[in-house]
């Protein structure tokens, strides 16, 4: 007895809760807000430690090291800077060709 009336309230909140989850609207992820994050906060802390790195190799005379690891850093910021480009472009491509 005391286990069919536990059952059933159970039952019952259980089904009060998805009731009420079916009614919330999903939420979409902010990736603007991510973006900008990442762009305003992340990135110049990992390009100071970059830059640390640089200074700390160069002053022990290891000036060949230096030169190759900024040449990929900056091969490699041109590579992001080309696929955001890239982005963008789609981007418009796609709303002229819909629009």
Known sequence: MIATELAAQVS???QH?????AEEQPKGLNTSGVV???ATNI???LLAVLGVIFIGRASRGEISKVL?????????LAFIAGAASLFFLGDFIIDLIFN
């Open 36 to 38: 900008s994050f990442f």
């Open 17 to 21: 809760g998805a009731l009420l989850a």
């Open 68 to 76: 190759t690891s900024s040449a990929i850093a900056i091969v490699g």
């Open 12 to 14: 019952s909140a259980l």
């Open 43 to 45: 990135a110049p802390i």
